[in-house]
C-alpha cells in the first residue's frame, strides 16, 4: 500500500491495516533499514556505528511503558545497537541470526502470542519468511518491492526517519494508550548500561 491513498485498493488495504491494530500486542523489528537507514560507518577500529531516530525511540519507549512487547530480530552484530536498545526498554534483542523465523516462532511460543497479535516491520528479501506469518507485516517507504508486496502497510517515512514511530503510534492511538499525561523528556539510553 502506498502512503497516499490513491486507489480503491488502496483504501481496502488500509482499512484492514487499521482493523488488526486493535490485536496487537508485541512489535518485532528488524534494525538495520527499519530502525537505522541502513548505513553502516565502520571506523578506523572496526566499530560500525549507526544512526537511530529519537522519535522511534520515545515511541518505542512508550510501548514498553505499555505493556507492549517489543523484540528486535537482525543479522548485524553491535554492542553499542545492544546498549540503545536495552536503554530504551527493549531487553529482548537478537543479533547475529541467520533465520528470523527460527526467533520469531521462538518468541511467540515463549510469550503465549498468536500471529494476530504481532507487527513485524522489515525492510529485505531476509524478512519476508516471518513477514508472511506475521498477523500485521509493515515496512518503511524506503523498503524493497519484494518487502512491500506483502507488507499490509508501507508507512510514509523511511527507515531511521521516524518509520517505527508512525506504526507504533498508530497502534497505541487505536488501542487509547498513545498519550501519557505527565511526559518526560529524559532518554534512558543515556544513562542505562
Not at 486507489?7 to 488495504?13: A, E, F, H, P, V
Not at 537511530?52 to 520515545?58: I, P, T
Not at 515511541?59 to 552484530?77: D, E, H, P, T
Request: net charge negative; glycine share 8%.
Amino acid at each position: 500500500m502506498k502512503a497516499l491513498l490513491t486507489t480503491r485498493n488502496d483504501i481496502l488495504q488500509y482499512n484492514m491495516f487499521l482493523t488488526k491494530i486493535k490485536d496487537i500486542k508485541a512489535f518485532i523489528l528488524d534494525i538495520d533499514g527499519v530502525l537505522t537507514d541502513g548505513t553502516v560507518h565502520v571506523t578506523e577500529t572496526g566499530e560500525q556505528l549507526r544512526r537511530f531516530h529519537v522519535r522511534d525511540g520515545y515511541a518505542m519507549q512508550r510501548a514498553v511503558k505499555n505493556g507492549y512487547l517489543i523484540c528486535v530480530i537482525s543479522g548485524g552484530k553491535s554492542a553499542s545497537v545492544v546498549l540503545r536498545l536495552k536503554g530504551l526498554g527493549v531487553t529482548e534483542v537478537y543479533l547475529g541470526v541467520d533465520k528470523k523465523l527460527d526467533v520469531y516462532n521462538e518468541f511467540i511460543k515463549q510469550h503465549s502470542l498468536s500471529p494476530e497479535q504481532v507487527l513485524y516491520m522489515g525492510d529485505d528479501i531476509p524478512d519476508i519468511p516471518v513477514m508472511k506469518v506475521a498477523g500485521l507485516p509493515v515496512c518503511p517507504a524506503d523498503a524493497v518491492e519484494e518487502v512491500k508486496a506483502v507488507s499490509l502497510y508501507i508507512s510514509g517515512k523511511e527507515g531511521g526517519s521516524g518509520c517505527v514511530r508512525d506504526v507504533i503510534e498508530k497502534v497505541l492511538k487505536i488501542q487509547g494508550k498513545w498519550m501519557d499525561l505527565s511526559p518526560t523528556a529524559a532518554d534512558d539510553s543515556i544513562t542505562s548500561a
